[in-house]
Every structure is written in C-alpha cells, then in structure tokens.
C-alpha cells in the first residue's frame, strides 16, 4: 500500500483503491472469502505489498456458481432481456471503462508492473472497443434454416437456434490482466450466458475495480461474479465444478491440461489458449528498417511476457549480423525501471516466480552453450526487473529454443535454405504465432500457408482486433478467442424439426 502511495502522478481513486482490503463479487454484492482469509498482491517493481484481496476458495466458488447458475435460469437476464438489452449493458460497461481509463491503466501498470504509457494506449483501449465488438454481436445471434435432404421441401421445417451454452468458468492469466478479462466476458455476455472469473492471483485488482463498474452498469446479480484466489485451490474448483457448463482458460500448457481433467468430470465445454514459441521469420528481401525494430518489438514487448512473443527469430544469413545487431542496439537503448516512469520501456517481470524462471532458462541456454549478445541476468537487486537478452549460437533442441521462456528473451538463429525454414519453424509442440518479414509478398504468403499457427503476421507483429480470431494450433490451445469465431464456445446448436404434415 505504501508504495501505491509513494507512485508518482497516482490517481486519487487508485490510491483509495489499494488502500482497502478488496472483496469477491458474488451475486451482485462484494463479500469476504468464506475462509476470512486474504492474500496480498504486490508491486513487482519493488516487491512490496500493493494491496490485499479476499482469498477465494471452493466455497466461495461454489456460491458463485450457484448465483451465476441462478441468474441463468431464472433472473432478469434470461427470463426478460432481450439481446438488444444486453448489447446496451456491454456497451454501457465500455464506456464507464472509457471514462475510467486512467485508473484502469495505473492498477494494471503498478499490479503487473508494465509501462504506464502501454496500458495507456494498448490495454485498456483495447478492453473497451472490445467490448463494444461484442456489444454489436449480441443482436446478431443467429441459427439457420435447413432444407432436409432426405424429405421433400414441404414436409418439415427445420431450423437451428444457437442458444447460450450457460454457466461459464473464466480462469485468466496475469500478463494483459484486464485484457484478457474482457476478451472472455465480451462474448460470454453477447451469447447471455454468466459467468464465474477467477482472475490470476498476481493481478486480481482491475477486474475486481471492473466489477464494481458491472455493478454501476447495472447488470443484473449473478451475471458475472468475480472471485480471485490461487489456481490451485479457486481455480481448480471452478473447472471441476458441476454446474459449470463451459471452462475457458487461458495460461500455461501444463495448467490447461490439468483444466482438461477437471472438466472432464461433467464434461464441461473447454476452451484452452495456451503457451507458445512462435518463430519469427526475416527473409533476405525484408526491409530491415522495418523488420529490425518489428522483430525487437514482436519479443520485447510486455517483456516477454505474451504466449504470442516472437521468441525464435530465425534469420536469413546473409541479413543475420545485421538484424542481430540492430535488435541488440534497440534492446540496449530500453529504458528498464518502474512502470510509473515516464520514459519506462520495459518494467519488472510480473513476479519473483517469473523473475526466477526467466534467469532459469538464461543459465540453463548458457550451460548448453548458447551465448548473450546482450542481457542474460537479471537486472539490480531491487524488484524483478530482467534486461532484454538476445541468444545466440543455440541449437534447435536446446531448452530456450523449444519450451516457453515468457520473458523478454529472444533466441536469434540463423538460417541458409529458404527451403527448410519452415520444417525448423514448426519444430515445436506449440503453434500459436508466427511472422514473416519479406518485401516479396508471394514469397512471404508461401511461408505463412505451410505455418503451423493460429495467427501469422506479414511485415507486423502483435497487430490484434476484436475482429481477427486468435488462438492456437497443437499444444498452444482448443478454440478461438474474438472474431465471430469465439461464439461458437458460449453458445450450443439446437436443431429444431417440425413435421407440416
Ligand atoms: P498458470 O497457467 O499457472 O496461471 C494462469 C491461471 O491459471 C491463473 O489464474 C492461475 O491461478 C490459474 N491456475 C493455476 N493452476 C491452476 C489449476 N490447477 N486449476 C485451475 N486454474 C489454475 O501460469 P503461471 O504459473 O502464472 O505461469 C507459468 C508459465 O505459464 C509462464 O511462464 C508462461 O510460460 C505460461 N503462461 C502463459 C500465458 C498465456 O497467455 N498463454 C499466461 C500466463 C502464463
Ligand atoms: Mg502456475
């Protein structure tokens, strides 16, 4: 609390904010944990305590998915609204989100330690036009009418109806907190379904200020109920309970498969986006004064931490010193401190944990012989600040070239075939992401047709939109997230078939 205080420049909301032990959101009220217990959130950029929240547990999550539940079958929401209603609300929420987008973006930069200036442009404005996407899609949810091949035209009517598939478990990460928390509820609210989040214990304390904007917005009790707490005891809980209709997880590989187990119970709607290691292609033509600083941008940005980071940059060899050293130079010039400083390039990883297991990685790449370019270590003593790395003279089967690092630590490798570039690049369990960087546009959408990955960048990196389906090939996930794509999780198919005669 202290240091929320000592911040510079911090909005009075926020400070009061921190400054009181924040509650669960169940059934429209802000309650305490069962347990009566709390745990702290902390401020990576100093490693002391940001603010305390109610601790959820199994029993919480239980009267959380008994209102949920309860507001799905009885309430307001599906007894009298209608899509138009519920269109209103999301879109009522994206602008109370709007209006407080300064608060939103100082939690989310003190709670996860990234620069005030990104969550300013990149978090929180994404959240709310993301929201206003599914605001639009909530009138728009349509069945078919199907002409029967096996009867002749007049004798039945058949159609489908696509209906909300009910209550629905939202498990987050902690790397775009508020983020991510948008992308679940949007399209969980358009299809009228409700909802139980837990969001990532790192960074409970932006949804939890969302919920009291769900609450000004005026959705009705129930509909979404917000319960932080640890993974292994809230979360777990969630994904196994009962009355759960559908779990949608985001996080790491090793959690979305235990997710899967637990779901498996009353076999639960899944949908996992999951880690990756998504390669990064310079072809010789690129336009390096693009590509350069794209290929810094596509690893550096939120410090690694994205399951789409461009961690394996292979390179051209004939272009390979010159990109190294341009990304070199860029990582070099990183303004790494506080989040709350102004010229702040890169803060602190999310955690000591994260800290811990990015230098993990960094030494067991140098046991095996990669080198740095630049970075590898850890950076001071105070917070968990990591200074950008740039690998080389790795081996494709090294550790730091095949399993997900999440920190902002690029791997450089170069290549000669053009031929084989693609075999290398989809050499992962993962296939999430990938970029091509090529100013021969027939060359660089070759590339991307034999990809592995659920999103391919050409020339650009990390472009998203509420529009464009995102999510992961192999062991990066089950299902979509945004796009039209993503209803297709929160709603079920009833085939409707009506004899004429
Ligand atoms: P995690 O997968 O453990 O955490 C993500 C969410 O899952 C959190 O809300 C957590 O409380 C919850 N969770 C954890 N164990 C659970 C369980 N048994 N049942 C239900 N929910 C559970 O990720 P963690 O430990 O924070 O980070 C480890 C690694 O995971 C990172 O280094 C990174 O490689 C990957 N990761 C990937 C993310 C992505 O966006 N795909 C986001 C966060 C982490
Ligand atoms: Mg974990």
Redesign the pocket.
């Known amino acids: 609390m202290a240091t929320a205080a000592s911040a510079p420049s911090i909005d009075p909301n926020v400070s009061t904010f921190v400054g009181t032990t924040r509650k669960l959101f169940i059934n429209g009220k802000w309650v305490e944990a069962a347990s009566g217990k709390t745990f702290p959130t902390y401020n990576p950029a100093t490693g002391e305590v940001l603010a305390n929240v109610a601790e959820g547990d199994r029993e919480d999550i239980d009267r959380a998915v008994k209102a949920a539940r309860a507001a799905f079958e009885t309430g307001p929401w599906a007894k009298k609204m209608s899509p138009a209603q519920r269109g209103k609300l999301i879109w009522k929420l994206a602008d109370l989100i709007e209006k407080h987008q300064e608060e939103f973006a100082q939690l989310e930069s003190l709670d996860n330690g990234k620069p005030l200036k990104i969550s300013r442009i990149a978090d929180v404005p994404l959240t709310f036009e993301h929201m206003r996407y599914y605001a639009g899609w909530a009138t728009k949810i349509e069945g078919n009418t199907i002409p029967l091949t096996l009867a002749g035209p007049t004798k039945y009517l058949a159609y489908t109806l696509r209906e909300p598939v009910g209550v629905v478990g939202q498990?987050?990460?902690?790397?775009f907190p508020l983020l991510m928390a948008a992308w679940k509820l949007g399209p969980a609210l358009a299809t009228g379904c409700t909802i139980v989040l837990?969001?990532?214990?790192q960074t409970p304390l932006s949804a939890l200020r969302l919920g009291e904007l769900i609450q000004e917005a005026g959705f009705p009790d129930g509909v979404v109920n917000i319960v932080p707490g640890?993974?292994?005891t809230a979360?777990?809980a969630l994904?196994a309970h009962p009355e759960v209709d559908k779990v949608a997880f985001?996080?790491?590989t090793e959690?979305g498969k235990?997710?899967l187990h637990?779901a498996a119970g009353n076999l639960k709607k899944v949908s996992l986006?999951?880690?990756g290691k998504s390669p990064n292609i310079v072809l010789e033509d690129a336009d390096l004064n693009s590509t350069i600083p794209g290929a810094a941008g596509a690893i550096f940005f939120n410090h690694g931490q994205c399951?789409c980071a461009g961690s394996r940059l292979f390179v051209e060899e004939k272009v390979f010193d010159k990109v190294v050293e341009g990304v070199t130079q860029i990582a070099e010039k990183m303004q790494v401190k506080p989040g709350f400083e102004p010229d702040c390039d890169m803060g602190p990883m999310v955690s000591e944990e994260?800290m811990n297991?990015v230098c993990g990685y960094l030494e067991s790449g140098f046991r095996e012989g990669a080198k740095a370019v630049t970075g590898g270590a850890r950076l001071g003593n105070q917070g968990y600040f990591v200074k950008p790395t740039v690998l080389v003279n790795t081996t494709d089967k090294m550790k730091v070239v095949q399993e997900?690092i999440?920190g902002p630590v690029v791997t450089a490798i170069p290549f000669r075939d053009p031929n084989e570039i693609v075999a290398r690049a989809n050499d992962t369990i993962y296939g999430l992401a990938a970029g091509v960087w090529s100013r021969d546009i027939k060359r660089a959408l070759s590339v991307a047709a034999k990809l592995r990955a659920g999103t391919v960048w050409i020339n650009c990196y990390n472009v998203f939109d509420p529009a464009l389906p995102f999510g992961g090939y192999k062991q990066s996930g089950w299902g979509r997230e945004m796009g039209h794509e993503v209803l297709e999780h929160y709603t079920e198919v009833k085939s409707v078939c009506a004899a004429l005669t």
């Open positions: 498990i987050i990460p902690w790397n837990k969001p990532a214990e640890y993974g292994e979360g777990a994904a985001t996080g790491s959690v235990l997710i637990a986006e999951l880690g399951c994260q297991r997900e999440f």
